[in-house]
């Protein structure tokens, strides 16, 4: 388990009242976990008339989604070029459309009148840390032509004259991308799922789930509850109900800072009002409370305390607009991200009622709101257009071994695609270590006449995966204990 991160929004959470679960439950769907995930699934299914409970083992927003910036970006952590190259441009343009429908139910639920001091604003700008005009010029072609989004090219003086540095060139703008206060999001969907109907229960672990019959049954230290669809929306967290799971993700921490006041000078520099983002997944900042700079940078495969990033984000800030002088961080937050191995994110049902919705990576504003939608109408209506993302299969993260290669590929190149890249390399290595391994193993087995391996009580006997077979490897995960793939419980 993590530490617990203070910030602003948690202490807000701190002042309301929470309620844990005490008595006997049923609903039709049980969610696990209160981030971005969770809500988004509870609104949208107590607006379609379903009774749906949400559990959530510490308080709402308690991680990554009430610690984050806010943005809202069509699209999801994989770049579109390898998106296509995996799945091909058709299909690629049916999930980029899904993700677009996921910022548009932001856009329609985080308005000032449903969430006082939302603050949305629009217009998002991606920079480019090389010289690539060439590559931009077709990004843009193939963003407004392929993919019916709107973007504009901004030539280098046009950058520079928004952006005081020399450390950018070309930039993409979307204007109809957005942000807004990113940790009261999280609060202000509660808000909104409980008014429509939705039951929130705070300090209420879920330690086990029993998914087998059509009622599932889920149980807490407090109470049990029933349900006809189980949702598992807790990310890197998950834990004891379907450890399996949490495995197939590999956890970065990301940190961000707020300045102090900087005034007038601040505006001088950064004359673009929206959020700014590097093309490397560096940097991501924008300007707050008039004239604060809040930025993110710093990410690790461990838990540390945000506040000890404080020290390297004002470095990073000096690097990149060293007119600021040495500016004065007064406040730290941060929480884990849940990064797939293939960068995308897992939604889709594992088994008959039991759901995942998880591994939104960095970009978990527009994807978990699209997570929300899918599963919620796929439940209700039967809308079976989750399966636009079943190629993505749940892969085994690497563990701890992941987590270093996945650090030690974060400090040098910093670019999460490539974390999962090599993490996938990695993984198809340890598989293939793993087989030559089992079939030794079995032949000395047979050599002595012993026959092979009893599987320990309780745990069922599986063949052997067939190779890249998605809807396999998805129910594989939902399987209660695991032999293969060098996976352990
Ligand atoms: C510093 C930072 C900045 C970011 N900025 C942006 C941004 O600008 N735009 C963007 O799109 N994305 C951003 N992100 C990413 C985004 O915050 C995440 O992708 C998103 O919040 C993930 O939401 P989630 O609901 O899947 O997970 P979480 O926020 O981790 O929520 C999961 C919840 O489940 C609970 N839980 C887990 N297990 C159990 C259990 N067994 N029983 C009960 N409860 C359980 C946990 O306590 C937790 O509250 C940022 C992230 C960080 C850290």
Same mark, same amino acid.
């Given at each position: 388990?993590?530490?617990?991160?203070?910030?602003?929004?948690?202490?807000?959470?701190?002042?309301?009242?929470?309620?844990?679960?005490?008595?006997?439950?049923?609903?039709?769907?049980?969610?696990?976990?209160?981030?971005?995930?969770?809500?988004?699934?509870?609104?949208?299914?107590?607006?379609?008339?379903?009774?749906?409970?949400?559990?959530?083992?510490?308080?709402?927003?308690?991680?990554?989604?009430?610690?984050?910036?806010?943005?809202?970006?069509?699209?999801?952590?994989?770049?579109?070029?390898?998106?296509?190259?995996?799945?091909?441009?058709?299909?690629?343009?049916?999930?980029?459309?899904?993700?677009?429908?996921?910022?548009?139910?932001?856009?329609?639920?985080?308005?000032?009148?449903?969430?006082?001091?939302?603050?949305?604003?629009?217009?998002?700008?991606?920079?480019?840390?090389?010289?690539?005009?060439?590559?931009?010029?077709?990004?843009?072609?193939?963003?407004?032509?392929?993919?019916?989004?709107?973007?504009?090219?901004?030539?280098?003086?046009?950058?520079?004259?928004?952006?005081?540095?020399?450390?950018?060139?070309?930039?993409?703008?979307?204007?109809?991308?957005?942000?807004?206060?990113?940790?009261?999001?999280?609060?202000?969907?509660?808000?909104?799922?409980?008014?429509?109907?939705?039951?929130?229960?705070?300090?209420?672990?879920?330690?086990?789930?029993?998914?087998?019959?059509?009622?599932?049954?889920?149980?807490?230290?407090?109470?049990?509850?029933?349900?006809?669809?189980?949702?598992?929306?807790?990310?890197?967290?998950?834990?004891?109900?379907?450890?399996?799971?949490?495995?197939?993700?590999?956890?970065?921490?990301?940190?961000?800072?707020?300045?102090?006041?900087?005034?007038?000078?601040?505006?001088?520099?950064?004359?673009?009002?929206?959020?700014?983002?590097?093309?490397?997944?560096?940097?991501?900042?924008?300007?707050?409370?008039?004239?604060?700079?809040?930025?993110?940078?710093?990410?690790?495969?461990?838990?540390?305390?945000?506040?000890?990033?404080?020290?390297?984000?004002?470095?990073?800030?000096?690097?990149?607009?060293?007119?600021?002088?040495?500016?004065?961080?007064?406040?730290?937050?941060?929480?884990?991200?849940?990064?797939?191995?293939?960068?995308?994110?897992?939604?889709?049902?594992?088994?008959?009622?039991?759901?995942?919705?998880?591994?939104?990576?960095?970009? !978990?504003?527009?994807?978990?709101?699209?997570?929300?939608?899918?599963?919620?109408?796929?439940?209700?209506?039967?809308?079976?257009?989750?399966?636009?993302?079943?190629?993505?299969?749940?892969?085994?993260? !690497?563990?701890?071994?992941?987590?270093?290669?996945?650090?030690?590929?974060?400090?040098?190149?910093?670019?999460?695609?490539?974390?999962?890249?090599?993490?996938?390399?990695?993984?198809?290595?340890?598989?293939?270590?793993?087989?030559?391994?089992?079939?030794?193993?079995?032949?000395?087995?047979?050599?002595?006449?012993?026959?092979?391996?009893?599987?320990?009580? !309780?745990?069922?006997?599986?063949?052997?995966?067939?190779?890249?077979?998605?809807?396999?490897?998805?129910?594989?995960?939902?399987?209660?204990?695991?032999?293969?793939?060098?996976?352990?419980?």
């Amino acid at each position: 388990m993590s530490e617990t991160f203070t910030s602003v929004s948690q202490d807000e959470a701190g002042f309301r009242e929470r309620t844990r679960l005490s008595f006997e439950l049923d609903a039709d769907i049980c969610v696990i976990g209160a981030g971005l995930a969770g809500l988004s699934i509870a609104l949208e299914a107590a607006r379609l008339g379903a009774s749906v409970v949400v559990l959530e083992g510490r308080h709402v927003g308690w991680n990554a989604s009430g610690n984050q910036l806010g943005t809202v970006m069509p699209g999801f952590a994989l770049p579109l070029t390898e998106l296509i190259e995996r799945i091909g441009l058709q299909h690629a343009r049916e999930l980029w459309a899904l993700s677009k429908e996921g910022a548009e139910f932001v856009r329609a639920n985080a308005t000032e009148e449903n969430i006082p001091g939302i603050a949305p604003s629009d217009g998002v700008l991606e920079v480019s840390n090389v010289d690539a005009g060439d590559r931009l010029i077709s990004r843009l072609q193939m963003l407004n032509e392929d993919f019916d989004t709107e973007v504009e090219g901004w030539q280098v003086d046009r950058v520079s004259e928004a952006l005081k540095t020399e450390r950018y060139f070309h930039g993409v703008h979307y204007p109809r991308a957005f942000q807004v206060d990113g940790r009261k999001y999280v609060h202000g969907l509660a808000a909104l799922a409980r008014r429509a109907g939705a039951r929130i229960f705070e300090d209420t672990p879920v330690v086990s789930i029993d998914h087998s019959g059509i009622r599932k049954r889920i149980v807490t230290p407090s109470a049990r509850l029933r349900a006809t669809h189980i949702v598992l929306a807790g990310n890197i967290h998950l834990g004891a109900p379907l450890r399996r799971l949490s495995e197939t993700l590999l956890p970065v921490w990301r940190y961000a800072g707020i300045t102090a006041p900087l005034g007038e000078l601040l505006h001088e520099i950064i004359a673009f009002k929206g959020s700014v983002m590097d093309s490397d997944g560096v940097d991501h900042f924008r300007i707050v409370d008039g004239d604060r700079l809040m930025w993110e940078s710093p990410e690790t495969t461990w838990a540390v305390r945000p506040q000890r990033f404080a020290g390297s984000i004002k470095r990073r800030i000096r690097t990149i607009f060293p007119q600021l002088g040495n500016v004065e961080i007064t406040e730290t937050f941060g929480g884990a991200t849940g990064q797939t191995v293939h960068g995308m994110p897992q939604i889709g049902q594992l088994r008959k009622g039991l759901w995942v919705a998880s591994g939104f990576g960095r970009q !978990g504003m527009n994807t978990s709101a699209m997570a929300g939608q899918l599963i919620v109408r796929s439940i209700l209506w039967g809308d079976e257009r989750w399966k636009l993302f079943s190629p993505f299969e749940l892969v085994w993260a !690497g563990g701890a071994t992941g987590r270093v290669a996945g650090q030690l590929v974060g400090i040098w190149g910093r670019a999460s695609s490539a974390a999962a890249g090599s993490l996938a390399r990695y993984r198809e290595r340890a598989r293939v270590k793993d087989r030559k391994r089992e079939a030794r193993l079995a032949e000395a087995n047979r050599a002595a006449g012993t026959g092979p391996r009893r599987p320990p009580p !309780g745990v069922r006997p599986r063949p052997a995966p067939a190779p890249e077979h998605a809807a396999q490897d998805v129910k594989r995960a939902a399987e209660p204990a695991v032999q293969d793939e060098g996976v352990s419980q």
